[in-house]
């Protein structure tokens, strides 16, 4: 097969198949030069860039030198390696500590709740806080004040997103033992099916990663042997990596080629969302490995008004189950009528109430309508599994009310 056939198939589609996409391309992709000489890095690990926040303070503070700084940043997560460490991002780990403990209570008395620590990982292998930036502000404002005054957290988010971000947490804390994780990409596209990664076009492929910034705070030190993230440098660079990160054959490369970066507690950890990378193994008999996982989203991910989706839908179901039931519509013309009324989108949900269905995502409120249709739910019924969907999505009344 050429090497190039993926590209010159999608340039002539505009689409990206998984059988279309060649291993040594991938390779091609990372080993490609052009990466320019980086000023303010002050070493580099396996090809990471290492940046130290206590020699940046005055850059940091210069309007000109902070913009070229942000500049450099922007070319390692999009053309470099993918990646970069800020050392030292808290210097002062005091607020750390103290989100530290607020967080191990919280995952205690989730754990009395019943609460899943992870839906994403073997019983007991480790624990998860989702929506752990709600949680740590409610429960301690003022340790939330302190934890993100830090300057450093914000200017990676600018240098990749602009202005306007908006911060999610998840807290993961990886006990010894904990088995590593496979090698995937992040979201959007890398939280889809690899068919429904497929059935978006190229280009939506090479925007996707523009739309999020992956980050996370060392909240322990994470020698090599605790697990610290597994990276592939300069993956993000193959297009194509929505759609096959779940190949064997690529799969075999990460895991024959990763590096790790040990983080001290308080350094911070930026990386791109289409960069190939994995949870590693903590292969140690005592590291609580613990880190406060940054998903931090463009302002350009929502539309420009506001519309109540429940209550169209809730609205429009009974027409919609009446036409398709007599045959005057079809299931065609049906999805279309939902895709202009309901939410096809899963996210943003509360992880909590919404865990993942049988994949990455939990269902959306369009495929729930589109399931009613198919299974001819009574109106009632609908209005119900509608109110109890936005109650799991953290929308709506409580759950108490709720006729289950």
Known sequence: MDDRRGDYLAERTNWYRESDCSLSDFVRALNATGERGLRYATTSVQAIPVYECRDLEEVRLSEAERLELLSEWAEVLRDGAGVFVLKHAFDDTGCVDEATAIFESIIEAEKKSGSKADHFAKAGANDRIWNAQEKLCLAAPEVFARYFSNPWLPAAAEAWLGPCFQVTSQVNVVRPGGEAQQAHRDYHLGFQTAETAASFPAHVHRMSPFLTLQGAVAHSDMPVESGPTKLLPYSQRYAQGYVVWRRPDFRAYFE??????????????????????????????????????????????????????????????????GRFKTGKITALEALSVIASCAEGYAFPTNLDRDPPAGGLAPESQGQMMLRALREDWEPAEFARALAKHAWRQGHGESTELIDY
């Open 256 to 321: 024959n080629n990763f590096v790790q970066v040990p983080l001290a507690k308080g350094d911070a950890i930026f990386f791109n969302p289409a960069l190939f990378h994995a949870a590693g193994s903590n292969r140690t008999s005592h590291v609580q490995r613990m880190a406060n996982l940054l998903q931090i989203s463009s302002a350009y991910g929502r539309a420009m008004e506001a519309v109540d989706r429940t209550r169209m839908s809730e609205t429009l179901y009974p027409v919609l189950r």
